[in-house]
């Protein structure tokens, strides 16, 4: 639009038209004509007079000659028509500088509609400008949105890239790669710094004299190229690679540089007339609002602007609406109103002092919307906040972070004021910008330039570790003043940040602000239904990288809108005292199922909701008064019938998008350009594009819904007769208000924001403090191996020092990295948001529950954030914020204990994944003290019922995880099962940082003490001797895993020892060295089930009037037998393997599984009275496998000779450690293991190698010749016992009773076996 002349817009304008001489008196009906006169020549002097004149001799100047005189003074000094918007030489191409989008690229890539901002979308994506430089010096900025792989700088026209070379990769490009810190020119070097996102990277060429700069915020990098190529037909255009999801933005000079240098160009001319216009105008703007008439004494007043009011004199206004009629057009523009409006907004909050002090901005806004169309004050406020948004996100960190603080405050004053709000609200901060930036505070990656060594001078990381590389809280007097200096320092950091954080608050006050109705619809109705939007697109498109906000933001999003929620919540809670405080928030269970509000296709419970209303239509009419349309069940049918076809497009990547369709949600990634990420670049062919698919519309029920978008208040809060989004609530929920309705649905959203990313961030996060602990204990060892390094070798202390130095100065840094890391995200406010998320999930759990079926529609995500909000409260959080200081915590695990004990296993819940996580998330808990004891508070009903569950047959679910938790219940009791690492791993690190949230639980969870559970034990006890069926079942299904576990492991061994032996080089799948160990400790684990089930309740096994006591017993014997014979073997393929101490394996030794044997043997050979002592020898000694040297293996004392011995044991034992055996020991042996087995239990292995020594030569001595006839003929290791009926077939009883386990035909005939007789052959007449 022009900005020239009075009534010359493209557009009608609100004219406030004056009266004429003609029409009207010399004096009017505002003032005088002399005051009007002065008071405008005051306003606006003319410019080209060497000085004013005095007034009786200037000519007077009325509003009917001021359009006239304005324009005059406005044309003064611009350019005219011949040199205005002329390219400046040594610049070829459009004067609009912008990403060539339609030849200029190669791969795929998504390019935002004002195509500046870009993201990769292969594997190296390149593409470049639209205008080429050939002579003078110039420059753009580039706004780095992540700090991955790019490689930044300039290229002529006849590079060619592809996928794999990009810019600086040929002869004619040059380039900056801030990730590798390396620059580009087909060779690459050293150069620069490292980069992160919210940097901008300046990118200077000098054609004068053929060099090429970069700069990084500001700060010079130095030439990086020199001799460039130049002359005749060399022009460089400025480009970009970048590999897959990284993503940036260029700034050619459509806006103004951020960090302009002397004597470079920006590509695009700045618009020179329109900024003259501007600042002249603003400047009559700003002395129309330091001017004031006085009437009675005919003057012109000067007074302070910060007090002006829009209510003041019609001279004031007409006069504002003059200079309005020019400066509107011109506020649409981004680049004059980033120069020119924000700074002016910028410099009146200057003085300090809080918003509300600053008045002025408002009386400005209202002013804005009485003289400006509204599409220009639309325009203007969008460019406003996207100029103040780009501002806060790529300002660089000082220490006193007051650039973020300014624009905040910006931000803060122009939400102050309804009208703007709510049409920023509508239309702008979630459609068109990204609002969550404004509530991220980054992480400085360069903690010099951030200031930081001012603020924290001195460091501290810990010192003194014990023999597992733990930390030891033992430390120095200098040690403590070190800390607490460092502490010190990170609580001055804090104090400053939480400025920010206060700042932040009060805009999302702003926007929940539900009081606001004056002009319509208000603020938090409005932010509500774009919230619900905003996650509707990050839960639809997760794996979408142009849809998904970052979970850095998230991370501040969720605390912001915890910490604003929370206090709108209490202030309800304050005028109405029914209400519930926040303290005990939850969700009510009637959002779950009532349809008003929209859950997308995130999985219930119970299943596909669909399916859900057909199933329980009729628990819903009579719990809820829901009824459900038939037509509508019909219809979801039909729903489901589609998402089946789609369903393989659906599981596809959604990044490929047909050239010029729009997707759902413009760029998160390239936001610095704030524009819709709508266009899609492809050098491939169009055919290989999937469309996305759209968004689910809102379920169709009986109720009123709408969709999001079109609620309204009543829809939300309800009215007479309507319970708005509590509609249908059971009779379980008590009938009292619980708040605002509103704030039960944010309070929905930030669960679901929970899930979506934050937990995933906050682990991500813990990945520096784990940095700090390794280069901590790197240094420690260092200093050790400094002091123990002797004179003589000056060359070893010299490497040894300069490790030292590299890993002190390392941890200097990370330390103060680690402190803002602290204060933003692991503090102990932020400890507290993440336990009130837990505390609401776990009441809105209970009261889901309580309505019995319906508790199938909650979504699986309330039961997900209840456990990884637990889970990163024990592990994520500093040890400092300790989790037994926070309020009501032993009460919170009580009741997150009964959840899982209850729900592991309830119908209701169908879904295989969430099932999965509820069984990690008990065998997690039970490792831990505190929370096992949490366990043993729940009701004794629940606390069996739990018991009974995970005494469940093991086929047909996750039996290892339920095996597992058994085998922490038991850890502690067992036979030489008290250590808390294995003796030959206390030299290791468990590998578990890339391990997902639960899985990483567990790993460290294994590494814990001991801590079992008598009070659980007992329980089990009580139900395996109460419930017969169910203890031979159980064990049924243990003896059979133990089998195949342990067969699977013995047959993985034998092919990892034949790889090792070939003579051709060989490497091992990792993954078949991972499942092997699996299977060992799989094996290992569930001999230590089966030996907690011998010493609870060992009658299951050697009482045999039990059914199948007697083939329990047999089978038992037959599975420790082949254990013990597989690894004592002398010179076996166990032996070989572990000797190999191949990467992957480290669990596999000799230890665990022969001490879990013994454990078992000693519980039946000697802990039992004399009748189950006589039947386990027994039936061990009649076993064919029976070998007693198996068992003198386990004591040393094989017969083997000095030649033949193996060395099982000696490569895993570490000079020092407990496990440390004599050099001459040349067997695995109990009695080198003191520090892990009792001398008792060792007494008792003796015992029973006695009995059995004993045993066995009685057994031999008195066994008399069986003729082959009269041995089983299945296993010809016992005599036939058992006769067949009907078919009179015979084999021993183990045999037939082991064999009608899985199959009720005969062994030989196939015939329906209907009973089973003992049988003694008659004896032979002599």
């Known amino acids: 639009m022009s900005s020239k002349g009075g009534g010359s817009t493209a557009l009608t304008r609100r004219n406030y038209r004056l009266a004429s001489d003609t029409d009207k008196p010399k004096v009017t009906g505002l003032v005088n004509e002399k005051l009007l006169s002065d008071y405008l020549h005051h306003v606006f002097p003319a410019s080209h007079l060497p000085r004013p004149p005095l007034a009786s001799l200037r000519k007077p100047l009325g509003f009917q000659d001021l359009g006239a005189h304005l324009e005059r003074l406005l044309t003064e000094g611009e350019p005219t028509e011949d040199t205005r918007d002329q390219p400046v030489d040594g610049c070829l191409g459009p004067l609009t500088v912008v990403l060539d989008h339609t030849s200029g690229f190669e791969g795929l890539l998504f390019v935002d509609d004002d195509l500046l901002g870009v993201i990769g979308h292969s594997n190296f994506s390149s593409i470049r400008a639209t205008t080429c430089v050939y002579r003078g010096k110039w420059a753009y900025e580039v706004l780095i949105s992540s700090q991955g792989l790019m490689q930044i700088g300039w290229c002529t026209l006849n590079c060619r890239f592809n996928q794999e070379e990009g810019v600086g990769d040929t002869p004619d490009s040059y380039a900056y790669d801030g990730n590798r810190v390396r620059k580009w020119n087909v060779t690459t070097t050293n150069y620069g710094k490292s980069w992160a996102a919210g940097d901008i990277v300046s990118c200077l060429i000098d054609l004068d004299e053929g060099t090429i700069t970069f700069c990084l915020n500001g700060q010079s990098l130095g030439t990086a190229f020199s001799n460039i190529k130049m002359g005749p037909g060399v022009a ?28 470079y160009l920006p590509l695009q001319n700045p618009p020179t007339a329109d900024l003259l216009r501007a600042h002249k105008l603003l400047g009559y703007i700003k002395t129309v609002l330091s001017t004031t008439l006085d009437t009675q004494e005919e003057k012109v007043l000067e007074k302070d602007s910060a007090c002006w009011s829009l209510h003041g004199e019609p001279t004031t206004l007409v006069t504002l609406a003059h200079i309005f009629n020019y400066f509107a057009p011109l506020m649409c523009k981004v680049y004059l109103v980033e120069d020119v409006l924000m700074n002016f907004l910028l410099g009146i909050l200057e003085g300090g002092g809080s918003v509300d002090e600053h008045p002025l901005i408002q009386q400005l806004l209202d002013l804005f919307w009485l003289l400006m169309e509204d599409y220009e004050v639309n325009e203007c406020l969008k460019q406003l906040m996207m100029s103040l948004l780009r501002a806060y996100r790529f300002s660089p960190i000082i220490p006193d972070l007051g650039f ?29 910008l990204r609002s969550v930036v404004f509530f991220y505070i980054k992480t400085p990656l360069r903690v010099k330039e951030a200031g930081l060594e001012e603020l924290i001078p001195t460091t501290w990381w810990p010192t003194r570790f014990d023999k597992e590389g733990k930390e030891s809280k033992d430390e120095s007097a200098e040690e403590r003043l070190r800390r607490r200096a460092y502490e010190r320092g990170c609580q001055r950091l804090k104090k400053r940040i939480e400025v920010v954080e206060e700042l932040q608050v009060q805009i999302l006050k702003l926007m929940l ?34 849809a998904l906000c970052p979970p850095e933001y998230m991370v501040c999003f969720l605390h912001r809108l915890i910490t604003a929620v929370r206090s709108y919540w209490d202030e309800g809670k304050m005028r109405n005292p029914g209400c519930v405080s926040s303290d005990e928030a939850y969700v009510p269970p009637q959002l779950f199922y009532n349809g008003k509000v929209d859950y997308f296709d995130l999985q219930r419970l119970g299943g596909l909701l669909s399916h859900l209303k057909k199933t329980l239509k009729d628990d819903l009419a009579s719990k809820a008064n829901i009824l459900m349309d038939p037509a509508e069940i019909q219809a979801t049918s039909m729903d489901d019938l589609d998402e089946e076809e789609e369903s393989g497009s659906a599981q596809r990547p959604f990044g490929a998008v047909a050239m010029g369709g729009a997707l759902a949600r413009p760029s998160w990634l390239s936001s610095p350009t704030l524009g819709r990420a709508n266009r899609f ?64 649905e944010i309070l929905d959203g930030i669960v679901m924001m929970y899930n979506l990313s934050v937990h995933q961030q906050l682990g991500k996060m813990v990945v520096v403090s784990d940095d700090v602990h390794e280069y901590a204990v790197a240094l420690k060892d260092t200093e050790e191996k400094i002091a123990r390094c002797p004179a003589r070798r000056p060359d070893i202390l010299e490497e040894l020092q300069k490790s030292q130095k590299v890993f002190a100065e390392k941890l200097n840094h990370l330390s103060r990295r680690l402190a803002w890391i602290n204060a933003t ?103 831990y003290p505190q929370s096992l004891r949490a366990v043993e508070r729940i009701p004794e009903e629940q606390r069996v019922s739990m018991m009974r569950n995970l005494l469940a047959p093991y086929e047909q679910r996750p039996w290892a995880q339920t095996n597992w938790i058994l085998v922490r219940l038991w850890r502690g009791c067992g036979f030489g099962y008290r250590y808390t690492r294995l003796p030959h791993l206390l030299k290791t690190k468990p590998e578990d940082t890339n391990l997902p949230s639960l899985q990483r639980d567990l790993s460290i969870a294994s590494f814990q003490k001991p801590c079992p559970s008598l009070l659980l034990q007992r329980h089990m006890a009580e139900l395996l001797s109460l419930d017969k069926d169910m203890a031979a079942s159980f064990l049924n299904s243990v003896l059979n895993q133990l089998n195949w576990a342990f067969s699977e492991f013995i047959g993985m061994i034998q092919e990892i020892q034949q790889a090792a032996e070939r003579p051709e080089r060989n490497f091992v799948d990792t993954r078949q060295l991972k499942v092997c160990a699996t299977c ?103 076993d064919p496998c029976f070998q007693l040297h198996s068992i003198q293996h386990l004591l040393g004392e094989g017969e083997t000779s000095p030649a033949t011995a193996v060395l099982p044991q000696t490569p895993a034992v570490h000079p020092g450690d407990p496990a440390a055996a004599p050099a001459e020991r040349k067997h695995f042996s109990l009695h080198a293991y003191t520090d892990y087995i009792h001398e008792e239990e060792e007494q008792k292995v003796e015992q029973m190698l006695a009995f059995l020594t004993i045993e066995s030569k009685q057994a031999a001595a008195s066994t008399a010749p069986t003729s082959e006839e009269d041995l089983c003929p299945i296993c010809y290791a016992h005599s036939i016992s058992a006769v067949f009926k009907p078919c009179s077939h015979k084999s021993c009883k183990a045999c037939i009773n082991q064999h009608l386990m899985n199959n009720k035909d005969c062994f030989f005939c196939k015939a329906t076996i209907t009973g089973v007789e003992d049988y003694s052959k008659k004896p032979t007449a002599s």
């Open 236 to 263: 460089y255009f400025p480009a970009i690679s970048l590999s897959f999801k990284e993503s940036v933005a260029f700034n050619f000079g459509s806006r103004p540089l951020r960090y302009p240098v002397e004597g």
């Open 404 to 432: 973020q603080i300014h624009y905040l405050r910006l931000t803060t004053a122009i939400l102050r004021h309804e009208k703007s709000r709510k049409y920023l609200l509508s239309n702008v901060l979630f459609d068109v």
């Open 513 to 546: 602000n539900n009081k606001d109705k004056g002009t319509g619809e208000a603020s938090r109705y409005i932010f509500l239904n774009k919230f619900r939007k905003f996650l509707q697109e990050n839960a639809s498109n997760r794996g979408h990288p142009t």
């Open 681 to 744: 670049l492809s050098t491939a062919a169009v055919s290989l594009m999937t469309p996305r698919r759209p968004l689910a519309p809102p379920e169709k029920v009986k109720v009123r819904t709408l969709a999001v978008e079109q609620r309204t208040e009543e829809d939300i809060e309800g009215s007479h007769g309507n319970d708005g989004l509590l509609l249908g609530r059971p009779l379980e929920e008590p009938d009292h208000p619980i708040t605002e309705k509103s704030l039960l």
């Open 825 to 927: 995200i692991y503090c102990k406010d932020k400890m507290l948001d993440v336990y009130w998320l837990l505390r609401v999930c776990i009441l809105t759990i209970q009261h889901a529950d309580n309505t019995g079926t319906l508790f199938a529609f909650a979504p699986e995500f309330y039961l997900n954030v209840a456990m990884n909000s637990y889970s990163s409260l024990k592990n994520y959080f500093s040890p400092s914020n300790c989790m037994d200081q926070l309020p009501g915590y032993e009460d919170t695990l009580t009741q997150l204990a009964a959840i899982l004990a209850k729900h592991f296993a309830d119908p209701r819940i169908v879904g295989t994944d969430i099932k999965d996580s509820l069984m990690q998330a008990l065998a997690s808990y039970v490792c």
């Open 1080 to 1182: 060992f400790d799989l094996s290992v684990s569930l001999l230590r089930v089966l030996e907690m089930t011998v010493t609870l309740v060992p009658q299951i096994f050697l009482d045999w009037t039990r059914p199948s006591a007697e083939l329990l017993l047999r089978r038992l014997a037959q599975l420790l037998n082949q254990v013990l014979n597989r690894v004592t073997a002398e010179r076996n393929l166990f032996d070989r393997v572990v000797n190999l101490r191949l990467p992957g394996l480290e669990s596999v030794d000799h230890y665990p599984i022969l001490v879990a044997v013994t454990g078992i043997l000693v519980r039946i050979l000697v802990d039992c009275e004399r009748q189950g002592v006589s039947r386990a020898a027994s039936v061990l000694l009649s």
